[in-house]
């Protein structure tokens, strides 16, 4: 099995932009789609971004998704911080037979 | 429009057994076009995956909980289960149960339960 590996917390100021990565230890990244959550406190998760870079409906186009196949890594990139971005994000990818999250990194927007 | 409702006890004593359901309203855990999972999040932790049913009934469990894990499905109620036995203080956690996508969004949870809150606890 694999793991994914992101940053415990990052902060920055609003109106500025962040990136949280993700580090596939095994595999290669590009082999299946990578999601991102959104999750604030008491909440249950939202997707933010599906199948590496696609955003759903209702997710404003400052969430943004990559990945990177030199490094094995996805990224979420939020551009124009806001406030309300402030909350727990989660990377999540599977193979054949698992799903697996990353460990979570807490964004806080100063 | 879907919605996932999780339903069980909430305490539970050392070396019983955890029995959750999720019932599904809006979408038919028949369709075949999507797996439905458990997901738990011990307070103050990340999420963790438990495993998923197919509508065949074919299921995947997360390794290190295969041995005390079951996750069925009852489709003339159209909700699936989750039974975890053995538990141990470490087993506390909020359960979810969730959708997860086989078309379209390949592979996401794109539809969660608002979640319940089990504790283990003598």
């Known amino acids: 099995n694999f793991m994914l590996t992101q940053p415990h917390s990052v902060s920055e100021s609003p109106g500025k932009t962040v990136t949280i990565s993700c580090t596939r230890s095994s595999g290669i990244i590009a082999s299946n789609y990578v999601q991102w959550y959104q999750q604030r406190p008491g909440r249950a998760p939202i997707i933010v971004i599906f199948e590496d870079k696609q955003r759903p409906s209702g997710v404003p186009d400052r969430f943004s998704g990559s990945i990177d196949r030199s490094s094995n890594s996805a990224s979420l990139t939020i551009s124009g911080l806001r406030t309300e971005d402030e909350a727990d994000y989660y990377c999540q990818s599977y193979d054949a037979t698992t799903v697996v999250f990353g460990g979570g990194t807490k964004l806080t927007v100063l | 429009q879907l919605q996932l409702q999780e339903s069980g006890p909430g305490l539970l004593k050392p070396s019983e057994t955890l029995s959750l359901t999720c019932n599904v309203s809006g979408d038919s855990i028949n369709s075949g076009t999507n797996y439905w999972g458990w997901i738990r999040q011990p307070p103050g932790k990340g999420l963790e995956w438990i495993g998923s049913i197919y509508s065949t009934g074919t299921t995947f469990y997360k390794s290190s909980l295969k041995s005390r894990v079951i996750i069925s499905a009852d489709t003339s109620r159209n909700e699936f289960s989750l039974r975890l036995s053995s538990v141990t203080a470490t087993d506390t956690a909020v359960y979810y149960c969730?959708?997860?996508?086989?078309?379209?969004?390949?592979?996401?949870?794109?539809?969660w339960g608002q979640g319940t809150m089990v504790t283990v606890s003598s």
């Open positions: 969730a959708r997860r996508r086989l078309t379209s969004l390949v592979g996401a949870f794109d539809i």
